[in-house]
């Protein structure tokens, strides 16, 4: 009932700012630099058993071995070739739906709306067989159209969830008076809500290019090849059959980390936005 002492509250407020915080971003950000500085450790360094020390000399020429050695620009441009359309069709084809299910009313909608959300709870890992054997039998195998065409399938419900619910929060008067107005349907989606599902449409391009771009798990199932593997999977064959060439991976691993960062940066505005949209009223 009583606030608390001024006293107390600066003292947590000074074991937060000096021991947790400091904590927290050590934990958040060791692993990134333990690949960073393997990413810069020369080869005779690993070969030695010096996993942990302090490199003998900087090697920033595993970066270019990356590119001179490996087929590193195949990978990324696969991951390019898979992710771009994944994003643009998983939104496009949630933002139809999510309409639908925001602004229509019909009986089956709240069960569609239910099976939109109950697959996202569903382990895809038990999915990995019969998804296989499906790209197997239509050919889709080891391509580009087969990992976009699934990525699109398994994103599709989260998407839809999350435009649906952004959807939902706008004002329906507008929506309204555009129908007193005659106006068409199509006209209302394209001309009134899309502008103001900018920001929804941003955060959700961010986040959707994020999972795509860093997925091992169906990059490894439906891909064997570098033809086709994005650099996800393409990282994990950098190794040769009996010497790992941890500081070629960790230096593979940085560049791929690169494209989503960029995104994040280029988008941040918008991305926080459409994160925060609503949250104050």
Known sequence: M???PIQQRSRAAQWIYSIAL???LILWLFPLLGVAVTSVRP?????QGNYF???SYLAFENYADVFRNTPMLQYIRNSFIVTIPTVIGAVALSLMTGFALAVYRFKANLLIFFMFVAGNFVPFQIL???VRDMTLNLGLYNTYAGLALFHIAFQTGFCTLFMRNFIKALPFELIEAARVEGVAEWRIFWFIVL???RP???ALSVLIFTFIWNDFFWATVLTTSPDAQPITAGLSSLNGQWVAA???VSAGSILAALPPVAMFFLMQKHFIAGLTLGAVK
């Not at 080869?43 to 070969?47: E, F, Q, R, T």
């Open 2 to 4: 009583f606030p608390r």
């Open 22 to 24: 400091p904590l927290a």
């Open 43 to 47: 080869a005779s360094d690993l070969a």
């Open 53 to 55: 020390g302090i490199p």
């Open 128 to 130: 990995m067989v019969p």
């Open 195 to 197: 502008p103001l599902m």
């Open 200 to 202: 929804a449409i941003a």
């Open 246 to 248: 941890w500081n070629l």
